[in-house]
């Protein structure tokens, strides 16, 4: 069966967020990189200051909506970002208005990638059978505790966490709730490095990010990681026990 005129205008009008996510993207990653760096927040620290203490509410909100627009578009520089909200605020509330504008940004590309091919692959997975489907039902399962470990897990990119979860089916409300509260721990820990720049652009050092693999540092998140997946493995035994 061919697609209609109208039901092909519209599969492109539900497409073209993610398309156009995606071409910013690209052109961000060669033409941003030199503006989104340590090397830009070292040479901008005095006016960045300068500016927040006149104007700290407009500082916030300009702060947050950069952030939003820096994860909605996967340009280069979210961790630069990060270090920026510690800079600047702190680490509280730095890590609060990292925290909100990496997850309203999440959201953005979340919400694109399900209109965009989410909605079909979720119905097709869904509809699938022997494999494949096992697969999906046991994700669906447990969603709460994927979407979790997604965050947590220090390996897995966050343009991955965001694009996954809508190619699933996953509740908007739960997908937005697990990126707030996953995020917390990687943020705090980047957002305390960002509100210590002051003395490493004084040395002028740059910061160590590998700070987050740290034994001291990673310990607890890969407890938080066990956490997160002690529900799976609980029904997985389960499942075995009533075999």
Known sequence: M??????????????????VILAVAAV???????????????????ALI??????????????????VVIVAFSLPGATIATLTGGFLFATFPGALFNVMGATIGAAAIFMAARMGFGEK??????A???TIKKIKDGIDEN???????????PAVPFFIANLL????????????ISTFLGIIPGAVVYTSV????????ARGETPDLAIIFEPHILLPILGLCALAALPILLKAVRGKEGL
């Open 50 to 67: 300068a500016f927040r203490d006149a104007n700290y509410v407009l500082t916030v909100l300009g702060f947050i909506a950069a952030y």
């Open 28 to 46: 961000g990653a060669f033409t941003l990189r030199d503006y989104l760096s340590f090397q830009a927040l070292a040479e901008n620290r005095e």
């Open 2 to 19: 061919t697609e209609t005129p109208t039901q092909a205008s519209g599969g492109l009008a539900k497409r073209l967020p993610l398309l």
């Open 194 to 201: 960002g509100s210590g720049l002051g003395d490493v652009f």
């Open 165 to 176: 979860p809508s190619f699933l089916g996953v509740p908007l409300h739960r997908f937005l």
């Open 143 to 153: 969603q709460w505790s994927m979407l979790f470990l997604i965050r947590l897990v």
């Open 121 to 126: 692959m979720s119905a097709r997975l869904e």
């Open 128 to 130: 699938s059978d022997g």
